[in-house]
């Protein structure tokens, strides 16, 4: 046994291996976080968001998101798969599949709590601060979009174009179908990065920056779509949710953000 683990013993990549180290910090920085209560009022706020931004109108506002939700269901998911099934192209699939690597939990992840280092390395407090709204959004909106995949359990359309086919696993039993097959709604890649962007947006005030903040989230669902790994009506569903997480989380932490002579001393 031991002579065998010698022979096939390989030198490990070395960034797999700076990635794990960076992933440890990230998780004692994570640990700190959720201790600090970047978590805690979550509900509040999405109470809030309910009761007073969408005032009146909050009812006619749900009652819209579903039926613009059932009409992409029966008249657009489909169809829309079935053109860029129809339109494929090699270039333009290896391009997507690309920027999908962007919107992968880990890479947003990733990219944010580099932000904060940085930021906090250069005692930038509030953008610190927003660094860590965002990157705590980006980690509820993966917990939330595990949970959903397990429980609609829907079939990816580069699988089997049924755009009705739910709870899939339940039939087939099969482990593959549940891990991936059938995780289609909703999309991690749309939920995490509105997650992650909102708390960015609300903050900044440069509407330039908004928009390529937007413009990239956006790319990103149309790389989910045209390469199959998602129906319309999944990136949707995902940018709903995760404008949503987005907003709460910001909306939560926001005193946070007001008080100026805050200054980071690892719990802000």
Known sequence: MIQYLIEHLARPNPFIVLGVLYGVVAAFYLQDFIRSGYWSGMLGSMRL??????????????????????????????????????????????????????????????????????????????????????????????????????????????????????FHFFTTKHPHDLFYSSNSMPSGHAITIFAAILPVILYNKNIVFKAFMLFLAVVIIIARVYTLNHWLSDVYVSTLLGVLIGWSVFLSNNHRLNDHSLKYKGEC
């Open 49 to 166: 968001i309910w009761l007073h931004y969408l005032n009146s109108s909050r009812w006619y506002a749900l009652l819209l998101a579903l039926v613009i939700l059932l009409v992409l269901f029966i008249f657009v998911d489909l169809p829309m798969a079935q053109l860029c099934k129809h339109y494929y192209s090699y270039n333009i699939y290896k391009i997507f599949d690309f920027i999908n690597v962007m919107g992968e939990g880990w890479f947003i992840g990733g990219v944010i709590f580099t932000c904060f280092m940085i930021f906090q390395f250069l005692e930038k407090s509030q953008l610190a601060i927003v660094a860590k709204i965002s990157f705590m959004a980006a980690i509820y909106s993966c917990i939330v979009s595990t949970i959903l995949k397990m429980l609609f359990n829907r079939e990816r359309p580069g699988i089997g174009m049924d755009q009705w086919n739910f």
